[in-house]
């Protein structure tokens, strides 16, 4: 089974106890090559963000979609046989010792990055774009109001073209197992991270481009609203 992890923590990124930004640096590299054949996918996130409400006419707003000390600082995309084993990949990434990682089961992941990318032009980033808000019957796969929601998300991937490099629908936050670490200890509760009425109800990767494109692009996404952050390059 797939899985989104959303690793949430405080906004200024924050290392395990008793490490520096290299020794975290390190603990994401030993963690990516201890978990390999789990990983699907997964970047860090920059601390900004850009809030797009579409609409008739688009609402664009500097800052993160909710003024919160956390924010989401990455992800990953997970494939495990059941949640447990999920459980135990999650509890071993660095950021469920700072703040936590949100497991949500994956209805449909579609990934279409360049094998091989090329230079990034200058002035470009890749980008996720959050989908923030409300739940209705259209976030249930199992629900007549699904369908005609994905056809909208369909049409918006076609239109996107080759800015879009991927997305992800995820079932509704009910799902969502929520992973801690303590010292030592793995804490596991039911439910989002943290515990709002106005959630994540899924994503898209933007490939390089500029910020101006990105807000174009998000502002055409069927959502209440979209959560844009530059993701980090280390290349």
Do not use: C
Request: cysteine-free.
């Amino acid at each position: 089974m797939q899985y989104l992890a959303l690793l949430n923590g405080p906004r200024q990124p924050v290392s395990p106890p008793n490490t520096g930004p290299r020794a975290l640096l390190e603990a994401y590299a030993t963690f990516g090559q201890k978990y390999a054949p789990f990983l699907l996918g997964g970047d860090a996130l920059h601390p900004e963000a850009t809030t797009v409400r579409p609409s008739g006419d688009p609402l664009v707003v500097d800052g993160p979609y909710a003024e919160t000390a956390e924010a989401v600082g990455g992800f990953y995309v997970l494939e495990a046989p059941n949640l447990d084993e999920a459980i135990e990949v999650a509890a071993a990434i660095p950021m469920a010792a700072t703040g936590g990682v949100e497991l949500r089961p994956i209805v449909v992941w579609q990934d279409s990055t360049p094998a091989e990318p090329g230079p990034r032009p200058a002035g470009t980033s890749r980008y996720l774009a959050l989908i923030r808000g409300k739940e209705s019957e259209a976030d249930n796969p199992e629900s007549p109001e699904w369908e005609p929601a994905a056809l909208q998300h369909r049409a918006f991937a076609a239109a996107a073209g080759a800015d879009l490099w991927s997305g992800v629908a995820i079932h509704p936050a009910a799902t969502a197992t929520t992973v801690r670490s303590r010292d030592g200890e793995v804490l596991v509760t039911d439910g989002p991270y943290p515990e709002v009425s106005e959630v994540v109800g899924g994503a898209y990767m933007f490939g390089p481009v500029t910020p101006e494109r990105a807000q174009e692009l998000a502002a055409k996404i069927p959502a209440d609203a979209v959560e844009l952050k530059p993701i980090v390059e280390f290349g």
